[in-house]
């Protein structure tokens, strides 16, 4: 059983910076590529980044390109989401999931097989 777990999460005023983390159990983060994903309030969950399994390759949403950092450790089994000049439209729910497809840099929900329960971001104008 694989289980998804993030951190990391808080209130931050505009502009500010936050990091989220998120590991793996069950089977070892290097095994997959990870993706970050949100979901605002009354709004659909998106796409924000993905790591393949090495994190060697990566891919953004355009509304965090610049400001955003996905990188992956796989020796501490952990992958982060380094999130810098936030706003308030940054505010939402961030969720990390695996995908079994390790070379895969999906913006496709469905193509992730485990997902955590998400870790409340809220940007304070």
């Known amino acids: 059983q694989v289980q998804v777990v993030e951190s990391g999460g808080g209130l931050v005023p505009v502009g500010g910076s936050l990091r989220l983390s998120c590991t793996t159990s069950g089977r070892p983060i290097s095994s997959f590529a990870m993706g970050w994903f949100r979901q605002a309030p009354e709004k659909d969950r998106s796409f924000v980044a993905a790591?393949?399994?090495?994190?060697?390759?990566?891919h953004y949403a355009d509304s965090v390109k610049g400001r955003f950092t996905i990188s992956k450790d796989n020796a501490e089994n952990t992958v982060y989401l380094e999130m810098n000049d936030l706003n308030p439209e940054d505010t939402a729910v961030y969720y990390c999931?695996?995908?079994?497809?390790?070379?895969?840099?999906?913006?496709?929900?469905?193509?992730?097989?485990?997902w955590g329960r998400g870790t409340q971001v809220t940007v304070s104008s």
């Open positions: 999931a695996a995908n079994r497809d390790g070379s895969s840099l999906s913006t496709n929900d469905y193509e992730y097989n485990y």
């Open positions: 790591a393949s399994w090495s994190g060697a390759s990566t």
